[in-house]
């Protein structure tokens, strides 16, 4: 899942702005929860549940040895012990997961990666046990040259004879054995039976059965991948619904609509699609330390991979920064050509030569803020000689009276509209006086 959240990473980036790094943003979300839920299982509960599997079968493996070891040294024509009785009395070998012909394979778990398969211990039971078999001397010799007397507590030469006799039975291999006190065969735990509880009878097995059934497993919860449409799946919806937040969360009909949007399709192939297509991209020879141009799929080395991504987070970052810098300067050039709005400084205070405006009073605390000479603001565009910058057509006034009325909301101060001339520089005195745009004259 790590390697999964990672590729998904450089995926994205080297798609940054598309759809495509829409897709791989929540596919990283998506198998990085997955990630940390394995991380939090495995800390709060399932290294426990493996470390106590792993000491209670060292324990019970413990108990097996001890007296296979001891029975195994006994070096005299009686040492028929868990061996066929017909046997001609030679001494079994213990070997590693054997005591002569007979299996004996329990060990402790496994600590390295790999998924455990386990022989001979199954939820019905210790199977590697052979079936007790009922008829004759199926469990041990009763008397004879063959018989082992240490798995006798009375009789003639048996570890507990009648001077020292044992006062209750005795168990040996984990409770797998139980001598008798009374001159009668051992008994032996069905392997069927043997991880059941039966009073305090073969304890450590049972323990031990219990302990190896709960440990982790690979096929458990919650490293095993989801299954099912993309939107029915649970730790998707969980990811779905923090990306896109919005109260009520997504759920129904628009979660099922915005699986759609990003994966273009709701069925599970959709995901195996992303996937392909994350596997096939190549990272050119050179980055994170490739010797050739190699495939997503061919990087699995988490070290590399963050590598790569540290390589193209770089990239993708330099190219924002270029955009963001060609932006500021853009706007910048723009915020120097436009022309000063001096009438929406407020505060005379602001009104500033800089910014192409002067305030027609000496003390800034009276007066406006007006554009200094030459650099006019206008409203409406003139169209003739005749009209002002404020759209006021002079020169259809025929009367020096009407033609002056244009002026009567112009302060003290301020550029006159419009104004009777009869005289033109150049021309000389006109035929008839005319109304023309004053708005280069101040208004006394």
Not at 413 to 424: E, H
Request: charged share 25%; aromatic share 4%.
């Amino acid at each position: 899942m790590r390697r999964g959240e990672l590729k998904a990473q450089i995926f994205g980036l080297r798609h940054a702005g598309t759809e495509l790094a829409k897709r791989a943003a929540v596919m990283a979300a998506y198998f990085g929860r997955m990630h940390n839920q394995m991380l939090a299982t495995l800390e709060t509960t399932d290294t426990e549940k493996a470390t106590d599997a792993a000491a209670k079968a060292a324990y019970l493996q413990g108990r097996i040895d001890d007296p296979l070891h001891l029975l195994a040294a006994v070096d005299n024509t009686n040492n028929l012990f868990l061996a066929v009785t017909n046997a001609a009395g030679s001494k079994p070998v213990k070997t590693e997961g054997k005591l002569g012909d007979v299996d004996c394979p329990l060990s402790a778990p496994s600590a390295k990666n790999k998924a455990a398969e386990l022989s001979g211990i199954t939820e019905a039971g210790f199977t590697m046990l052979k079936t007790d078999v009922t008829s004759g001397n199926a469990k041990q010799v009763g008397s004879g040259t063959k018989k082992c007397n240490l798995l006798s507590s009375v009789n003639t030469q048996g570890f507990g004879e009648t001077q020292a006799a044992i006062s209750t039975d005795h168990e040996i291999l984990g409770g797998y054995i139980t001598i008798k006190t009374t001159d009668a065969e051992v008994d032996v735990a069905p392997h069927n039976k043997a991880h059941t509880s039966e009073g305090n009878k073969h304890t450590s097995w049972t323990t031990a059965h219990a302990a190896i059934m709960a440990r982790p497993r690979h096929t458990n919860s919650p490293y095993i991948n989801e299954t099912g449409e993309i939107h029915s799946r649970p730790d998707m919806t969980q990811v779905l619904q923090a990306v896109y937040s919005t109260k009520p969360p997504i759920t129904g009909t628009n979660l099922e609509d915005k699986v759609i949007e990003i994966f273009q399709g709701k069925e599970a192939k959709k995901l195996q699609d992303y996937e392909d297509a994350v596997n096939q991209a190549t990272i050119p020879a050179g980055v994170a330390g490739l010797e050739t141009d190699q495939t997503l799929a061919a990087v699995n080395d988490e070290d590399k991979l963050i590598a790569i991504r540290a390589f193209y987070e770089q990239h993708v970052s330099a190219a924002y920064g270029k955009m963001v810098a060609t932006i500021s300067e853009a706007s910048n050039k723009q915020t120097a050509t436009a022309p000063a709005d001096c009438g929406k400084n407020l505060k005379k205070v602001d009104c500033k030569e800089s910014d192409g405006c002067k305030c027609n009073s000496t003390d800034k605390s009276k007066g406006d803020c007006k554009p200094k000479e030459g650099e006019e603001q206008t409203n409406t565009a003139g169209t003739g000689a005749g009209e002002t910058t404020t759209g006021v057509d002079c020169s259809k006034h025929q009367t020096q009276q009407a033609c002056e009325a244009e002026n009567k909301d112009v302060k003290p101060g301020q550029k006159a509209v419009c104004g009777r001339i009869d005289f033109v520089d150049g021309t000389g005195k006109l035929p008839k006086p005319e109304c023309c745009s004053f708005s280069f004259l101040v208004n006394k």
